[in-house]
């Protein structure tokens, strides 16, 4: 259970379950403000209700809704809005689609009568039909090839992964045809699927069931992946990629599927190509994505308590990186440190790694740090388990090395 | 050296379902289990068991065809009219000059890397998709010229193509092994085998979704066009069963040439009756001689009013074989003399002149003629095609994605679509 502090002008209902409220960011106004004065913290995942000492809002500020879009949050102001978990959020956001657009259409294993296993297409095949919302056997490969043919063909299938895992199978079809299709066939082709389900590591799943796809995926030309970590952006996410003309891989993950948040009643979506300002600072940037975040968000609170000003950015955009708001931040801060859960080698952060030294040598006062889990197939013990991801403590550790 | 299996006479002909014939409500015999072991030899009606399944709807006893048999009418009349015939003709001739001169192109250096060249098979690919409108989809994989040509693209697109060059059917940016055409749907050309089966499962998918979620008056089937090698591949069967599943509107043609490569296809298969494997899955099994044109047309007729009617999918292995290489690179000395001698002298294109000559349709003329204007279609195309320009540098980044905002935001905040030097293609991406 978090709370949020917030200027005194902005009138916001404060949640008082689990979720990081991302709507509820500080908009940057650095001007008048001296270098190390406290600002706004969004509170991390855990259970505390305690804010650092001597954190107080400056002055009332104006609430972002979304990263750099700087749409303002309506729902915040007018008061409505309503809270949901985030597998209701993307069930929403699917619905609302599918209501939309007849041509959009989900296939993938006990998606239609179980209502998924994470419950995210709960309802829909009573409302919509056997064939829109179609159980599959179990034949990722083939599954995935009908919908990219059934996408070239007219519709707009949303491809569900049981678990991102099993998309190992289906690796085939998502690079040769989902990818490469619309610049094989000279641009005659369109192939509007997204392909979506739960990955990252759970609680004891085992090697197999824990697996971080986006760094697999990640070379594969001619889609884009996104990740989603709150139910706003869930919603947003899955209503942009499913609009979207290319094929789009959506992350979720599967420790946040019960994240509660306020979210607008009114519709809206989130840009895919962009980052989402999760917390404004001036000492560091931590770049993060998915569950990360939280742990992230949970070592931001002991940062700041030790006197640090992180600004984390949920980079959400896994793939094509939005470089704009990412080097806003170097420039100001000078320092950065990436926090993954992908493994070390070849995964988001070394591309993101790379892409950074590339672009923003200049900016930086240390080298790049990034910090992701080790390169072990996830073991089933809960301790050791604990050990191959990226935990709050070593995210402190790092800033503290980072800011020397 | 192996030869092809020819099936030997067979004891009781069975016609593929969906005929009046009352021979279908015969009951099904369960076929004793030995026969089912791997032999080539001896072939009999092998019946699917019927499908003791919760799911009512397809009760109907499945069977495989081994050989079709035709009942001689009365009248003895014709299989095919003259326009038909001369239709037939003509789309074969096509597809053989096409292909001798990609094989000339080729050794003069004007295209490059892998080319699969389709001589011999042109009855499987005339065969069927003269049968189909410019609504219904074809896949095939990566020995897809013919198959484009039949369906419609020209011979100047494909030739470009293979050049390389800006007026191809896929900009150049695909090849001879991925001839596309959104207007003619043809839907690709596969290098991988059996990749584009799921997304010919796909397109007979929409086609259903259409009819039952849309409500439109959406008639077209799709024709996945694939080798003996795919037909041990996973990706075969998982559609196979979807297919049956769903009851799609989908032909899968097997177009058994009996080698993968250097790869016999008795040596990679355990049962090598592909036909066979179709009531295993709840559709028909046919096997038809892929050397005539006539046999499989009839073959492909009753399998596409069966999909149309929307009885779902079929199986149709057509005995082929390729009087080329696997491809140009391939030097072909693995397989035996005999064995080619003797499909060369069942060339479909012979058979079908010796048919209509004999049958008075056409006369010798008539069939110079077309083979004259083909030649001369072939010649425009290849200097339509050296004519042609090749790809500048903006292309390269183009067709990467649909929305091009995919390439995402630059350090400078705007879309690096917007940036003027990306369509120059000097852009850092």
């Known amino acids: ?404 | 050296m192996a030869t092809a299996f020819s099936p030997t006479k067979l004891t009781a002909t069975v016609p593929l379902h969906g005929s009046q014939e009352n021979r279908l409500l015969l009951p099904i015999r369960l076929a004793p289990p030995s026969s089912f072991l791997g032999s080539t030899r001896s072939l009999s009606i092998i019946s699917s068991p019927r499908l003791i399944h919760a799911n009512a709807a397809r009760r109907s006893p499945v069977v495989g065809v081994q050989e079709v048999v035709k009942e001689k009418k009365a009248t003895n009349s014709l299989l095919i009219t003259k326009e038909e015939g001369l239709e037939l003709y003509e789309d074969m001739i096509l597809g053989r000059s096409f292909e001798d001169m990609c094989a000339q192109m080729y050794y003069r250096g004007k295209m490059f890397g892998f080319v699969h060249l389709y001589n011999g098979q042109e009855a499987v690919s005339t065969g069927f998709i003269k049968l189909l409108t410019k609504t219904d989809s074809v896949v095939s994989t990566y020995r897809d010229h013919v198959h484009a040509l039949s369906k419609g693209v020209s011979a100047r697109a494909v030739m470009s193509e293979l050049f390389g060059k800006v007026t191809g059917c896929c900009r150049g940016q695909g090849g001879s092994m991925h001839m596309f055409s959104k207007e003619h749907n043809m839907l690709g050309g596969f290098a991988f085998i059996g990749e584009g089966i799921p997304v010919a499962t796909g397109a007979a998918f929409t086609s259903k979704y259409k009819r039952e979620v849309l409500k439109q008056n959406c008639q077209d089937v799709t024709v996945a066009f694939f080798g003996d090698g795919t037909c041990n591949n996973g990706q075969f069967y998982e559609c196979l069963n979807m297919a049956a599943l769903y009851k799609l509107p989908i032909i899968f043609v097997v177009e058994n040439n009996l080698w993968a490569i250097g790869m016999s296809h008795l040596r990679a298969t355990s049962d090598p009756e592909i036909w066979k494997k179709g009531p295993a899955f709840g559709m028909p099994g046919v096997h038809v001689d892929g050397m005539d044109v006539l046999k499989v047309r009839e073959v492909a007729k009753e399998a596409v009013t069966r999909a149309r009617r929307g009885d779902g999918p079929t199986l149709v292995e057509c005995e082929t074989y390729r009087f080329r290489g696997h491809s140009l690179a391939d030097p072909d000395e693995l397989r035996d003399a005999a064995e080619k001698a003797k499909y060369a002298a069942r060339d479909p294109i012979t058979a079908l002149k010796k048919y209509l000559i004999e049958n008075k349709l056409a006369n010798e003329a008539d069939l110079k003629s077309i083979e004259k204007k083909i030649d001369e279609l072939v010649e425009e195309a290849v200097e339509f095609a050296d004519a042609s320009p090749q790809p500048g540098r903006s292309q390269l980044l183009e067709n990467v994605f649909a929305d091009p905002k995919g390439f995402g935001i630059g350090p400078d905040g705007r879309y690096r679509c917007e940036d003027p030097k990306f369509t120059e293609g000097t852009a850092q991406v």
Not at chain 1, 141 to 159: D, E, H, K
């Open chain 1, 1 to 404: 259970m978090s709370a949020i502090i917030h200027g005194a002008g902005a009138a916001t209902a404060l949640s008082t379950f689990n979720p990081v409220d991302s709507k509820k960011l500080a908009a940057p106004c650095r001007t008048n403000l001296p270098a190390r004065s406290k600002r706004y913290i969004v509170a991390g995942s855990d259970a505390s209700k305690s804010f650092g000492s001597g954190l107080r809002a400056s002055h009332s500020q104006k609430l972002i809704a979304n990263a750099v879009a700087t749409k303002t949050d309506t729902s915040a102001t007018t008061g409505t809005g309503h809270e949901l978990l985030l597998f209701e959020a993307l069930q929403e956001g699917l619905e609302e689609e599918m209501d939309r657009d007849p041509h959009v259409c989900v296939m993938g294993e006990d998606v239609g009568h179980y209502g998924g296993s994470y419950k995210v297409t709960k309802g829909l095949a009573d409302k919509f039909g056997d064939l829109r919302v179609l159980d599959t056997p179990i034949c990722e490969n083939a599954f995935t090839g009908m919908g990219i043919g059934a996408a070239m063909t007219g519709l707009r299938p949303v491809i569900e992964g049981m678990n991102m895992g099993f998309l190992l199978l289906a690796f085939n079809q998502i690079s040769n045809n989902c990818g490469m299709l619309h610049y094989t066939s000279g641009g005659q082709f369109t192939i509007p699927v997204v392909i979506r389900g739960p990955g990252g590591v759970g609680r004891q799943l085992g090697a197999e069931h824990s697996q971080r796809l986006e760094s697999y995926f990640q070379s594969i030309p001619g889609i884009q992946m996104v990740a989603c970590s709150t139910p706003y952006n869930a919603k947003g996410l899955m209503k942009a990629a499913i609009r979207s003309e290319n094929p789009v891989i959506l992350f979720e993950h599967v420790l946040l599927y019960n994240l509660k948040e306020k979210i607008p009643d009114e519709e809206y979506i989130c840009n895919l190509e962009e980052a989402e300002m999760v917390r404004p600072g001036e000492h560091i940037t931590i770049l993060t994505y998915s569950r990360m975040r939280y742990h992230v968000m949970q070592a931001a609170k002991t940062l700041v308590n030790k006197g640090y000003d992180p600004e984390v950015i949920d980079i959400r955009s896994l793939k094509p990186f939005d470089l704009y708001t990412i080097g806003n931040s170097v420039k100001k801060t000078h320092r950065v440190l990436i926090v993954e859960e992908c493994m070390r080698t070849g995964g988001i952060g070394a591309s993101l790694t790379a892409a950074i030294n590339e672009n923003f040598h200049d900016y930086l006062d240390a080298p790049v740090m990034c910090l992701s889990s080790q390169d072990v197939p996830t073991p089933y013990a809960g301790t050791l388990e604990e050990w191959t991801v990226v935990q709050p403590a070593q995210i402190v550790t790092a800033v503290e090395q980072l800011c020397q």
